[in-house]
Structure formats: C-alpha cells, structure tokens
C-alpha cells in the first residue's frame, strides 16, 4: 500500500536534470505524512517532458494526497537546537568542503550555541533573537576588542543559513530574517598590495631560496597561499604552473592539513615570466641536489606552517623597509601588475580563475576611468 500525504497547496516547482540518457524533469514539492508531522520534500522523478510531470504531480495529488487548510502548527513541535545542529552539519558534511564546515563548526561554538543550547527552536520568539543580537553587538575579543562588523555579518549569515534549513526541515518560521543588521561605524579596509618596485625591493633581502622562490611564485603567479602549499613538483611544467587543488589546516579530527580541489574544480594554467622560470629551475635543482622530497614544492614531505609562513614575510618586509602587507595582498600585487601592463578584465579572470563580474567588483577601482 502506498503512503498518504497531506498538503496545504497544489503548488510545485519542476527541475531540469542531466542523465546519461538526456534531459529529464524532476517535481519538487512540499507534503505532510502526518498530519501533526514536519514537512518533507516529495520529488517525482524522471519524465521526459515538462508536460508529463505535470501530468505526474496532478496524478499523484489527486490519488494519493489530501489537501488541508494549514499546516502543522509549529508551537506543538519540539525541535531542540542542539538535536537540529547536529543534523545540520551532519548534512552538510555530504556536500560542503572540510574548510567550510570547520568555520561553521568554530563560529557556531563561540558566537550561537552558548546562547541557544537546550532551547526548543519552535517555541523561540522575535525578543529572543534580538536579545542574543544585542549581546553578539556588544561582545569582546579576548584582547577587549569589539568583533569587526565583518565578523559579526559572517555569524548572522551562517546562522541565517541554519534558520532556513530548519524551515525546509521543520516549517519553522526563520524569525532572524526579518530582524535588521545593526549599524557600526568602522573605517574602511583599503586594499593593500606592492607595486613593482616594492617587490623587488622586498625580494632583494630574501636570501633563502626556499622563501624567495615561494614569494616570486605567489607575486608572479597570483595563486594563493592555500594552492600554492599544495603544490607539488609536478605541478611545474617548465613554463606555466598547473593550479587544481588547495590546502586547507582547518580541519577537524586533529589532522594537519586537508587538500581539496580548487572552488570552482577547474584546472588553471598560469604562464610564468621567465624570471620566475629561471627561480624555479634553480631551486628543483637544488631540491634534488638536497634530496628533498617532491610530494610538496614547498616543504617536502609535508607543508609548510602558515604561521611561520606568514612570519617570514612579514620579517623579510621589515628588512627590506616596504609597508607591511597580507600574504593574500600578493595576489592583489599580481593583479596591479598585470593592469599595469594593460592586461583587460577577461584576461585578468582567466589568469587568476576568477569570473569576469568578480574581477570587475574587487580590482575595478584601480583601472583608470
């Protein structure tokens, strides 16, 4: 015997999906298997036109659903944060990045949980949310600093992320977004980076050649910091670097390090000034007089430290009497150089991955009008 749904509507919405066999079209729509019960997502499957899909959900909707005035009333649910947390993130391990979820993981245990641990997520109010926004608003750093406007928007995003999974889960109203962001009153961040003669100022005073060959590679290649440690040898052609993973240390479980592809899963191959050809001849070559291993381009063995990474750079920029700058500000100094020599929006996306409309927004104000 088959189940029984109810619903509140007979609407619907049909998606496209590709097969080994061609096109098909999938209905998607929102049904009850109890009539107290959370609501659950129906699909039907696999029709080879739109019009017969339709002519599927009026079946299926007509046999085997019944149709009710309102749903489920949510105050007779008891669905408690920690219980849905976990669920979530549970869910989001099948399809998000390792990265991704660590930051969510991290972000929810200082800024979320504290506040709603043990609470019935169905039974909180407007006051509720507002109160835990005001003490968000008003929190510390350990150092006694208040949280970056920045960091405080990324909690209430990821937040919002969960309320709205909640609401494809449970029906449960997301309360948050209808709340506004609070104002705060902060100065800029002005984009930083070097310009040529900054950089070679800054490269005349690395005399290691492990350090000097990585930065050339980040300036001159504009990759960044978590694709160039996750490198390897044969990443290496002779004349361009073939750029298709990342390295990320925000992991859980106590591993060191996870390397994941690229965001948007495509192969990059950045051409490389014969400059930075020639620094990278050099040091294989003294890799392999060395007998250092090939797994990483930097490192050997294994990766290395970001921390100590970042230290070096920022010793190695005080040295050389240039302004102190981001290891990601590379990247930022590879783009200015590229503009400066003309290069368009297009060229600039397909040397760095970027899409066009994300180069335009981040590096636009440094084209002259």
């Not at 965001?263 to 490389?272: A, G, S, T």
Request: hydrophobic share 35%; proline share 3%.
């Amino acid at each position: 015997m088959e189940n029984h749904y109810f619903i509140t509507s007979t609407a619907y919405s049909i998606s496209e999906r590709k097969t080994k066999k061609g096109i098909v079209y999938d209905v998607i729509f929102r049904a009850y298997k109890d009539i107290n019960g959370a609501p659950i997502q129906k699909k039907l499957c696999g029709y080879e036109t739109r019009r017969l899909a339709q002519r599927a959900h009026t079946d299926f909707v007509t046999r085997h659903c019944t149709l009710i005035e309102k749903a489920p009333r949510p105050d007779k649910q008891r669905i408690i944060y920690d219980d849905a947390y976990n669920q979530w993130i549970g869910c989001a391990e099948g399809s998000l990045r390792e990265g991704t979820i660590y930051s969510f993981v991290s972000t929810f245990k200082t800024f979320i949980t504290p506040y709603f641990t043990k609470k019935n997520l169905a039974t909180l109010t407007k006051n509720d949310f507002y109160e835990w926004q005001d003490t968000l608003w008003k929190l510390k750093k350990p150092n006694g600093e208040l949280y970056s406007f920045a960091t405080l928007k990324r909690v209430r995003l990821y937040f919002n992320n969960f309320l709205n999974w909640c609401y494809r889960r449970y029906d449960i109203r997301n309360i948050l977004a209808s709340i506004p962001i609070p104002k705060r009153n902060e100065a800029q961040h002005e984009m930083l980076f070097w310009e040529r003669h900054e950089f070679e100022q800054f490269i005349s005073v690395v005399d290691d050649i492990k350090w000097r060959t990585l930065f050339m590679t980040l300036y001159y290649s504009g990759c960044r910091i978590g694709e160039a440690m996750a490198l390897s040898d044969n990443d290496y052609t002779g004349k361009s670097l073939k750029i298709s993973k990342t390295l990320t240390t925000k992991v859980r479980g106590g591993q060191r390090y996870l390397i994941n592809g690229r965001k948007n899963k495509r192969l990059l191959e950045v051409p490389l000034p014969q400059k930075l050809i020639r620094q990278l001849d050099e040091y294989l070559e003294w890799k392999k007089q060395h007998n250092i291993s090939s797994k990483f381009l930097f490192g050997g063995d294994a990766p290395l430290a970001h921390t100590t990474i970042r230290r070096k750079f920022s010793e190695f920029a005080s040295a050389a009497g240039v302004k102190q700058i981001r290891i990601h500000d590379l990247r930022h100094s590879y783009v200015s150089l590229l503009i400066h020599t003309g290069a368009n929006y297009t060229v600039i996306a397909e040397l760095i991955g970027d899409n066009k409309e994300q180069v335009v927004k981040t590096y636009g104000h440094m084209y002259p009008n």
